[in-house]
């Protein structure tokens, strides 16, 4: 009787924990070895692409250095050239009502091989407009394009590179997106880079999109656990 009454308590103790990190997003650390659940774009013209590779060897392409970072797996997404290119990959998530916190985590390099950045968040056009050098990580409105400079870009978390040369291990992040999402609504994440001055790597890894609950929505799980198991212990009894 006691051993089913502990189960319990372990049983609504998981359901709590899965209530706090429900992903929102899909394949965010690319173990599928591919970009399941994700959109890869390039601008028309790009002289380079955006690979799944493994963490800590060369970059597919130029053969550049990486940094393997803690807890990467065995594959995470990079960008690498041989010319000119942009490149977006998004994904589209919703958020199921209002909620109290929404959480966006990744971890993420940069490696500028130029010599410095060039920055303007108005432009992702790195083939047919000026010099531009530089990597971003952006919440959408839904429907926007993957190159969207506009309006529908409504908040952007990350503009420029970890530093000129490298390579740099990957960076942890975790970012409160409640302002932006937390109303609920289906928006896109956005890691995108442009560059047109020197080889630019911009490695994702490790994405996740979680909603925290009420802390009365544990109180109440809580308390449903004990109460039902005092209930089981009473009826045995």
């Not at 963490?55 to 990079?78: D, E």
């Not at 009502?97 to 010599?115: A, C, E, K, M």
Request: proline letters at 6%; charged letters at 10%; hydrophobic letters at 40%.
């Amino acid at each position: 009787m006691m051993r089913k009454a502990v189960c319990v308590v372990v049983i609504m103790a998981a359901l709590m924990a899965s209530a706090s990190q429900a992903d929102l997003l899909v394949n965010g650390d690319f173990e599928t070895g591919d970009f399941t659940g994700w959109s890869v774009n390039t601008e028309p013209g790009t002289n380079g692409l955006m690979s799944i590779a493994t963490p800590g060897t060369t970059t597919p392409v130029s053969g550049q250095p990486t940094v393997l970072g803690a807890g990467q797996g065995n594959w995470y997404a990079v960008t690498d050239q041989g010319g000119p290119g942009t490149y977006s990959l998004t994904q589209t998530f919703t958020v199921p009502g209002p909620v109290p916190q929404v959480i966006l985590s990744f971890d993420l390099f940069v490696n500028n091989w130029h010599t410095t950045d060039i920055v303007d968040l108005s432009r992702l056009d790195a083939v047919s407009g000026g010099p531009l050098q530089y990597a971003r990580v952006d919440i959408l409105a839904n429907g926007s394009g993957p190159f969207e400079t506009g309006a529908g870009v409504l908040a952007t978390y990350y503009a420029g590179s970890d530093g000129i040369s490298g390579p740099y291990a990957p960076t942890p992040y975790s970012i409160d997106i409640t302002g932006i999402v937390g109303g609920g609504g289906t928006f896109i994440l956005r890691f995108a880079e442009a560059d047109n001055q020197m080889i630019f790597n911009m490695g994702v890894d490790n994405a996740g999109i979680v909603t925290v609950p009420e802390p009365g929505t544990f109180a109440l799980l809580g308390l449903g656990a004990v109460g039902f198991a005092l209930y089981r212990r009473r009826k045995q009894a």
